[in-house]
């Protein structure tokens, strides 16, 4: 079975996240994307983190009915901050059967070699790169990585986290079960940040 992982901090997930990763799995040989729900990204600030068993009931309410798309918990038994090369290694001995493979934006793919064992991931892992906006002219800089064509989406979670905590309406871009669940909980009210970052 093949299977894409698509990791991210999903804070909070929407509708960028979903179209991409239907995409993926529709448009190549992969019987299943896995959303791996990051606790703590090495790259990224906490100060605006939602607790990850939140952001992980998130995932599972906006994919929920899917036969091909599946949430995972498994970095949040790791060590933190969270390792792809480290998880890869877990999925591997936990799954033997499966093959893997990593759905990378354009914008994170530029930073790859920063990232631990990097090479390690690109000479071991198929990656199905995908472009981001603003980030249209990365180049493939392993054998095994593969540039697929998916809709160039301009979404992302702290645009919908900054219009939360000002008050404005994010319908349209999460589904509204997950819309429904943010405004019932006050998720996000206090995200403290700037939203060009």
């Keep these: ?13 929407h509708l960028g996240h979903l179209i991409i990763a239907n995409h993926v799995v529709e448009e190549t040989d992969l019987d299943e994307v896995w959303f791996i729900v990051t606790p703590q990204n090495p790259f990224k600030k906490n100060n605006t ?8 009931q998130l995932v599972r309410l906006a994919i929920e009915g899917s036969r091909k798309l599946k949430a995972n918990n498994i970095e ?40 631990k064992n990097a090479n390690y991931i690109l000479n071991n892992f ?23 064509s998916a809709p160039l989406l301009d979404i992302s979670a ?3 986290r900054h219009k939360i905590k ?6 349209y871009l999460v589904p509204d079960i997950i819309m429904e669940e943010i405004i019932n909980n006050g998720y996000y009210n206090n995200s403290l940040e700037n939203p060009s970052e």
């Design 126 to 148: 198929q990656i199905l790169l995908f472009t981001r906006p603003g980030f249209e002219e990365i180049k493939p800089i392993s054998e095994n990585t593969i540039l697929i």
């Design 166 to 171: 000002h008050r404005k309406s994010i319908r």
């Design 1 to 13: 079975m093949n299977i894409g992982l698509y990791f991210g901090s999903f804070n909070p997930i």
């Design 76 to 115: 949040f038994s790791l060590p933190r901050p969270s390792y792809t090369c480290d998880t890869l290694i877990h999925l591997q001995e936990r799954y033997p059967g499966r093959v893997f493979s990593l759905i990378i934006g354009s914008d994170g793919y530029q930073n790859i070699n920063k990232w």
């Design 158 to 160: 702290t645009q919908i």
């Design 49 to 56: 983190l939602l607790n990850e068993s939140h952001r992980l």
